[in-house]
């Protein structure tokens, strides 16, 4: 904590960093942060790597641990090239969902860089991870780190014991299917009892004469007795098999004829892995909202404090005027709504309406306009919402004026895109229910269940697409993605498109 | 609680399981590129960008990571853009062309958008694949011969000197900080002076004080061409020479011969074969000389001097005189490599056949004319894949072979091996990159 009696000195001046100015800026933003805003962290651990370190983090999907797999080699083969040519810059920062909350900064970054990186990471995405519904309840910030280290320490052993063919094949099939990995709407099931003591042992580093794949076979071995048997009609086939399944990962988990134990495991890590990230896919706009806003609000507050040169603002300013740039949709930089940009644009209008509402404000938002704790209403924004359901709720038509949104109807049945909302009054609730959509998962991604599999009869996996609004799935892809299921499944596999009628 | 850490000094290459994997599943399609690249390019320009690294293409295909995903044409959709400028509702808009909507992005996220896929091999990733999984020694631990020649070396400046060594930037600028410094009036200043002066004994009559003012100023001007007098343009004290001293050079410049028969027998597959192989050579010497040459000598019963594209994609027809070669090789040493100066490589690569005696003519140019100056030859023979005989038996062969390893079992600094296949092509130089110390003494 800094003394607030004294009078206030600059926390750094020069763009060098050292590790001793670091924690200075850190007890800085952190008094602003807790006291001030009221947000509530995980403890952090901040590292400072360099920009090679930090191609890899990329290559790993950001994560500190990962298990060896060529498309990983293939991504940083890629970003290396686009690094180098000078194509793409590399991120100030990454930030873990994990308990200690860490977060990785570019040695590069000047001293005014770190300080906006920390307020950004460390504070504004830290709270978020700890504090938002999604993040609580379906991922596990504590045992990340542990589990983490078990998938690495898994597959490497797997790769010795089967091979490197083997298990390459199990993690294509199983890439294939992350994103019908994971359980939207259900909670995930938990880890059995057994399962749960071979992990602490692992964690444990328990030496015992049996290897680690030997605790995993014995732990997952002769439980998971496959239900198979008996004359099932349909309906008791479906009951005992959980039908319609959407996590096909999870069935072909338990239920696959042809998996081995081992290749159940790895399919199990690929699925935690895709719903552990599941919440940040959901939530883009607001956790980058968050982030930005708190880094704006605390650099903004060092400044008033005289805790931070001018020439140190404007270069942090600088920075978070490029990351919430907007292009329009004509521009040639145009792709797609600039999360940063709309989700700091909210932040700032939730501020704005509780302080400063306007008679639209108040018809628009009857339960805070003009309410006098903007930092409660925002924080219970941030817990409670995820991007869609956040949009739904708060996006003004003030805003909706400022970004001069207008919806386009893509009717591929028509010769032409039509304009069929403005930013008008006629306009403001369609284009926030289109908007909102655009955010919602469970819509942009396909809508894939395992409808039926007779394990005593022709064995045939049957996955039935639901297709809404008459968009079908890329086809060259599909096939391929079929082709690694039945490597998976072992017998046929076939997939059916029904179309559903949704008018909205 | 909250804590930093400093990683930076962790070990690198955490990515490097991933890199091996990758370059495991992607290893035909890289195989193929390689060796087409091989055969495309030019020894020369290809040691250049060889030197940090082979960027390669591959076709994207096999490294596809396929998923479930929206196809972006088709069915019915709504996209909200910002910044609207003139549009109302009911505004109809073209489709942008194909590939271009929005819902195309999705599909390339993850960097399969398009069918070729480019990066950069490291250049022992890519020796590695062009030679088929030889095990490439720690390339840093190679020595290689340099010659010393007597040269002379600039040792900075003094005052005395020879007028052709005279360093005339440093003499005129000693000169200008003098003439500042004693103030010394320059020509203008002169020539002001004397208009002035002209002007008025122009004037006539002139009256008192015009008659005083132009004695003034030729007092100056007398005063002012004394010190210009005596002030010099140049003072010796200004002379500043370059000095030399004599030293001993090493060399770094080095030529490599590359020799190769071209007659009718030599096909598209020996040609390839010889490529690697001079590539090889060119690729480690590059590494330890500054200057690199490369003379491209090509024989049939004559011998003559072509550049690259010549040499290996030409067609000559004749009989075979090696001799020729070893002739030509010699003559333009002669006339442009003295071996004083530079560091000369041979690289000879036929298919063993000779006509009648010459192979023993061979030997002898060999031993008394090319091998005192070379500082290492190797010479390929290429032989059938299936000449399992010729393989194995390193005793067999024909009259070229046979007096080759005559001047082998001489000169320490000749190598010679039969190839089939380019895994065969490493071990020739392995000797020779082996640390230790070797013959090739350089004549001079």
Redesign the interface.
């Known amino acids: 904590m800094l003394d607030k009696n004294g009078a206030p000195d600059l926390l750094f001046n020069g763009p060098e960093w050292t590790?001793e100015l670091?924690?200075k800026a850190?007890d800085a933003i952190?008094d602003i942060a807790l006291n001030d805003l009221g947000l509530d962290v995980y403890?952090?651990?901040?590292?400072?790597?360099?920009a090679?370190?930090m191609?890899?983090a990329y290559?790993?999907v950001g994560l500190p641990l990962m298990y060896?797999?060529?498309?990983?080699?293939?991504?940083?083969?890629?970003d290396?090239?686009l690094y180098?040519t000078g194509r793409q810059g590399l991120a100030y920062e990454i930030v873990i969902n994990s308990n200690p909350c860490i977060s990785?900064n570019m040695?590069e970054n000047t001293m005014a860089m770190q300080t906006l990186v920390m307020a950004h990471a460390?504070f504004g995405h830290n709270h978020f991870f700890k504090n938002n519904y999604l993040f609580q309840q379906w991922t596990d910030a504590d045992g990340i780190q542990d589990y983490l280290a078990f998938a690495k320490n898994y597959i490497a052993a797997c790769e010795e014991r089967y091979g490197?063919d083997a298990v390459?094949e199990i993690l294509?099939a199983a890439?294939?299917?992350?994103?019908?990995g994971v359980f939207r709407y259900g909670r995930p099931p938990k880890p059995t009892a057994a399962e749960l003591e071979a992990m602490q042992r692992v964690r444990d580093g328990h030496a015992s004469a049996q290897t680690l794949l030997d605790i995993w076979t014995d732990s997952t071995l002769g439980k998971e007795k496959r239900e198979v048997s008996r004359d099932e009609p349909y309906s008791s086939r479906r009951k005992s098999m959980n039908m319609p399944q959407e996590n096909i990962l999870y069935f072909l988990e338990k239920h696959s004829p042809v998996l081995e134990s081992w290749q159940c495991e790895i399919l199990r890590i690929v699925r935690m892995l895709a719903q552990y990230f599941y919440p940040q896919k959901q939530t883009k706009v607001m956790n980058e909202g968050c982030a930005t806003f708190v880094h704006y609000y605390i650099i903004n507050k060092l400044y008033e404090q005289g805790r931070i040169t001018q020439g140190a603002l404007m270069e942090m300013v600088h920075s978070h005027t490029n990351v919430v740039l907007?292009?329009?949709?004509?521009?040639p930089r145009?792709?797609?709504?600039n999360p940063y940009a709309l989700g700091f644009a909210m932040m700032q209008d939730i501020q704005r309406i509780c302080e400063n509402p306007t008679e639209e404000d108040r018809e628009w938002f009857p339960d805070f306009a003009g309410d006098p704790d903007w930092r409660k209403v925002m924080r219970n924004a941030w817990a409670n919402y995820r991007d869609e359901s956040f949009i739904q709720q708060f996006l003004s038509p003030h805003l909706i004026r400022k970004?001069?949104?207008?919806?386009?109807?893509?009717?591929?049945?028509q010769p032409?895109?039509?304009?069929?909302?403005?930013?008008n009054r006629t306009?403001y609730k369609t284009?926030r229910r289109?908007?909102a959509?655009?955010y919602d998962l469970a819509y942009?991604?396909?809508d894939?269940q395992v409808t039926d599999a007779d394990l005593k009869g022709d064995r045939e996996l049957k996955l039935t697409h639901t297709v809404r609004?008459?968009?079908?799935?890329?086809?060259?892809?599909?096939e391929?993605?079929l082709l690694?299921l039945r490597r998976l499944w072992g017998y046929g596999v076939s997939m059916d498109a029904v179309e559903l009628d949704v008018s909205s | 609680m909250h804590h930093f850490i400093d990683r930076r000094a962790n070990p690198k290459g955490k990515s490097i399981g991933n890199r091996q994997r990758f370059l495991r599943r992607a290893r035909e399609n890289i195989k193929e590129r390689v060796d087409r690249s091989v055969r495309d390019k030019s020894i020369q320009d290809g040691s250049a960008d060889q030197a940090s690294g082979e960027k390669v293409t591959i076709p994207a295909k096999g490294l596809k990571e396929p998923r479930f995903f929206h196809d972006s044409k088709g069915g019915h959709r709504r996209h909200v853009l910002p910044g609207n400028k003139d549009f109302v509702v009911g505004d109809q808009i073209k489709r942008p062309p194909a590939g271009g909507s929005e819902g195309g992005k999705k599909g390339s996220d993850d960097g399969d958008g398009s069918d070729e896929f480019s990066f950069t091999l490291t250049r022992e990733e890519y020796l590695e694949i062009l030679f088929d999984g030889l095990e490439l020694p720690d390339l840093v631990e190679k020595q290689t011969v340099e010659t010393e020649t007597i040269g002379t070396r600039r040792a900075g400046l003094t005052t005395a000197g020879t007028p052709n060594n005279l360093n005339l930037v440093r003499t005129m600028r000693n000169s200008l900080g003098r003439r500042i410094a004693l103030q010394r009036p320059s020509k203008s200043t002169q020539m002001a002076l004397e208009a002035q002066i002209e002007e008025l004994e122009e004037i006539d009559p002139r009256n008192p004080a015009q008659e005083e003012m132009l004695a003034e100023l030729k007092r100056k001007l007398e005063g002012l061409i004394r010190k210009r007098k005596v002030v010099g343009y140049i003072d010796p004290l200004d002379l500043r020479f370059d000095t030399y001293v004599p030293e001993k050079i090493r060399n770094s410049r080095a030529v490599v011969f590359c020799l190769m028969d071209v007659s009718g027998s030599m096909q598209e597959r020996e040609k390839d074969l010889a490529k690697r192989f001079f590539l090889l050579l060119h690729l480690f010497l590059t590494r330890c000389y500054e200057h690199m040459e490369i003379v491209f000598v090509r024989h049939t019963h004559h011998a003559q001097e072509v550049d690259e594209d010549t040499f290996f994609y030409a067609r000559e027809t004749g009989g075979t005189i090696v001799s020729t070669a070893l002739e030509k090789m010699k003559e333009i040493i002669d006339e442009r490599y003295p071996p004083d100066e530079w560091n000369i490589y041979g690289a000879q690569a036929s298919d063993g056949e000779n006509f009648g005696n010459d192979s023993a003519r061979c030997k002898t140019l060999l031993l008394e004319e090319l091998l005192p100056v070379c500082q290492f030859y190797a010479y390929m023979e290429i032989v059938e894949e299936a000449a399992d005989h010729l393989l194995l038996n390193p005793e067999a062969g024909e009259d070229l072979w046979q007096n080759f390893r005559e001047v082998q079992s001489q000169a320490p600094h000749f190598e010679m091996q039969r190839v089939a296949f380019a895994s065969h092509i490493y071990p020739i130089f392995r000797e020779f990159f082996m640390p230790k110390a070797r013959g090739g003494v350089n004549a001079g």
Request: proline share 3%.
């Open positions: 590790f670091l924690e850190r952190e403890p952090n651990q901040i590292e400072i790597i360099s090679e370190q191609l890899d290559s790993c060896n797999h060529w498309s990983f080699g293939k991504h940083f083969a890629r290396e090239a180098r990785y040695e460390a490197w390459e294509d890439h294939a299917l992350q994103n019908q907007q292009p329009e949709f004509d521009d145009f792709s797609g709504l970004f001069k949104l207008f919806t386009l109807t893509d009717d591929a049945t032409n895109m039509v304009v069929s909302q403005i930013h306009g284009i289109d908007l959509k655009q942009i991604e396909p894939i609004e008459g968009i079908h799935l890329q086809d060259e892809d599909k391929h993605v690694h």
